[in-house]
Nanobody, 115 residues
Framework: QVQLVESGGGLVQPGGSLSLSCAAS????????MDWYRQAPGKQRELVAS???????NYADSVKGRFTISRDNAKNTVYLKMTSLKPEDTAVYYC?????????WGQGTQVTVSS
């Protein structure tokens, strides 16, 4: 089994910045794609950003130009740098990763954007 643990969530003012981290541990063979999802209260979980093993990235239209996903393969860690944050970015952010064809989820970390 692979375990994913997110960190870095918290309260930030509109226009501010916040960086999230997600570290994978356990019985890892090789982590392939890694993703960040988010879910606001009463809303469906949505894909925010993804990054492949070779570093190729994709972003939701709502966060393009503001969020940056990156990874450190040696540490089995994925990052999400968030800038110019808006109240509508408020959600629980979840890390997701694939290993040997199986998908794994982190427990989530709360991000609240409010004045």
């Amino acid at each position: 089994q692979v375990q994913l643990v997110e960190s870095g969530g918290g309260l930030v003012q509109p226009g501010g910045s916040l960086s999230l981290s997600c570290a994978a541990s356990g019985s890892i063979f090789r982590i392939n794609a890694m993703d960040w999802y988010r879910q606001a209260p009463g809303k469906q979980r949505e894909l925010v950003a993804s990054i492949g093993s070779g570093g190729n990235t994709n972003y939701a239209d709502s966060v393009k130009g503001r969020f940056t996903i990156s990874r450190d393969n040696a540490k089995n860690t994925v990052y999400l740098k968030m800038t110019s944050l808006k109240p509508e970015d408020t959600a629980v952010y979840y890390c997701h990763a694939y290993d040997r064809g199986w998908g794994y989820w982190g427990q989530g970390t709360q991000v609240t954007v409010s004045s």
